[in-house]
């Protein structure tokens, strides 16, 4: 099945159609258990190089571009990171202010 991987993805996108056309019409004559499992993986096979060419085609043609949303205002704010301050903010973390001051 490695092989018919390898030929798919070699086939065009016509090529590609008129094979699943052909398995389909191959399936589509009766019951035949013996080949109608390999038939379908082959034709899932087909599917995937299919797919796998439309979207090759589709991200060849498409434009990448940034999306302008404007610019932004930045204010840097440097707090004061002396000891005493830093002790006071981090106990301040842990403080409930729902606690009444005493």
């Known amino acids: ?12 996108e016509e090529q590609l159609l008129n094979e699943m056309e052909s398995i389909n019409k191959r399936l589509m004559r ?20 299919y797919h796998d060419t439309l979207e090759t085609a589709r991200l060849k043609n498409s434009k990448d571009e940034v999306l302008n949303i404007g610019e932004i205002e930045v204010v840097e704010y440097t707090p004061d990171y002396s000891e005493s301050e830093m002790l006071v903010h981090v106990v301040n973390q842990y403080i409930d202010p729902t606690e009444k001051k005493k």
């Open 30 to 49: 009766g019951p035949s258990h013996a080949i109608e499992e390999q038939l379908l993986a082959m034709l899932a096979t087909l599917e995937t190089a």
């Open 1 to 12: 099945m490695l092989d018919y991987y390898s030929k798919a993805q070699g086939l065009t």
